[in-house]
């Protein structure tokens, strides 16, 4: 395993079309470093070049202690597990999983010792005579992952490796991929656009929208302080929720007037209470996960009055999707005592666990704020 490090990489394409603008990141020998962002992001590119599979327009890419801008594909050290497994159907598992080593000239009993190996690693033992076809999805995400890692690569990347399967085997080859990873101590860059595939598999996650990195960090990090309204709104489901206006002191108290009539009573720390006040008079957006708002219970003075629009109970928790004067607002609650659409209520909200944002730049104000 290895190390990968971007140095200010950029791509642009002939047209113009800027796929990555200044990528500048380092990842961790042994780590799980997942890609996340919506498609067209530049995620993929990013991988594609880690792979060799695209040109490098500038910067530096290195892998391990050697820079690999003009390095083959097949002189990187590196395996990739493609989004369609790219498994040969009329080969074995086991000739799956030989073949890159027979292309590559090793010898016969070498060939056969990692084959064994991995499929003792993988589980995939009783399945070495079998054809793909005869596979379950899970089982030949197994085998791609083999195939590549019979070569003992420095990197092994993963570009969307379960987007083709249903929700259900999503969630187990999910654990199974996270669980090879902690048995392997592999070194991995995963592709996603599913944030909660994110977030359940990277020891860090790259945040990336229109060819930028928008944040990097440990998932829980990212959830509860958020860069900017984009990572706030991209990681979560359902997503924060943003209410928008004017930044208001009265009685010394800081208020975020929403609509007319309506305010939103903050309960900042006190240093974020001292950035906040500099930026009094001024517009600003307010963040509230749907997990910290709820129904409000007797006589919350702070509560904001909804419109309740719909109700969508998923099984053990439900959503509420609210309309609050021209806002909507989904709220996170117990599924049992649920209103129904058309009532009218009250709607509570923690304000210690509320988000700040500049209205223009839609960057984070914390502590550490200008």
Not at 193 to 213: K, P, S, Y
């Amino acid at each position: 395993m290895a190390k990968v490090r971007f140095e200010h990489v950029r791509k642009v394409y002939e047209n113009g079309y800027v796929g990555v603008a200044d990528a500048d990141f380092e990842v961790g020998h042994g780590e799980m470093l997942v890609l996340v962002g919506p498609s067209g992001c530049g995620k993929s590119t990013l991988l594609r070049m880690v792979a060799g599979l695209e040109t490098i327009t500038s910067g530096t890419l290195s892998i391990g202690d050697r820079v690999v801008n003009e390095v083959s594909p097949r002189e990187r050290d590196i395996a990739m597990v493609f989004q369609n497994y790219a498994l040969y159907p009329h080969m074995s598992v086991a000739e799956n999983l030989a073949f890159g080593l027979r292309l590559r000239g090793t010898p016969k009993g070498e060939r056969e010792r990692r084959v064994a190996e991995a499929a003792a690693m993988l589980d995939l033992g009783r399945l070495l005579p079998l054809k793909p076809a005869q596979l379950s999805g899970g089982q030949r995400q197994r085998v791609a992952l083999g195939r590549a890692l019979v070569r003992q690569p420095a990197v092994v990347l993963r570009d969307e490796p379960r987007s083709n399967l249903d929700a259900q085997l999503r969630l187990s080859t999910r654990v199974e991929i996270a669980k090879l990873h902690r048995a392997l101590g592999a070194t991995m860059i995963y592709v996603t656009h599913d944030q909660i595939e994110a977030m359940t598999l990277g020891q860090r996650i790259v945040v990336m929208r229109d060819g930028r990195v928008q944040q990097i960090d440990a998932p829980m990090r990212l959830y509860e302080r958020p860069a900017n309204t984009f990572v706030a709104t991209f990681l979560g489901s359902p997503k924060m929720n943003l209410l928008q206006g004017p930044l208001l002191e009265r009685d010394g108290a800081l208020r975020v007037r929403v609509a007319d009539g309506i305010e939103l009573a903050l309960a900042p720390s006190p240093a974020l209470q001292a950035k906040l006040r500099a930026r009094v008079g001024r517009e600003i957006i307010a963040g509230l996960r749907p997990e910290h708002l709820h129904v409000a219970r007797g006589g919350d003075a702070a509560a904001l009055p909804a419109r309740v629009e719909a109700v969508e109970p998923v099984g053990n928790e439900a959503f509420l999707n609210l309309r609050c004067g021209g806002c909507d607002l989904v709220v996170r609650l117990p599924p049992h005592g649920l209103p129904a659409a058309g009532d009218e209520l009250r709607l509570g909200y923690d304000a210690a666990h509320m988000h700040f944002f500049e209205r223009d730049s839609e960057l984070r104000i914390d502590e550490d704020a200008a």
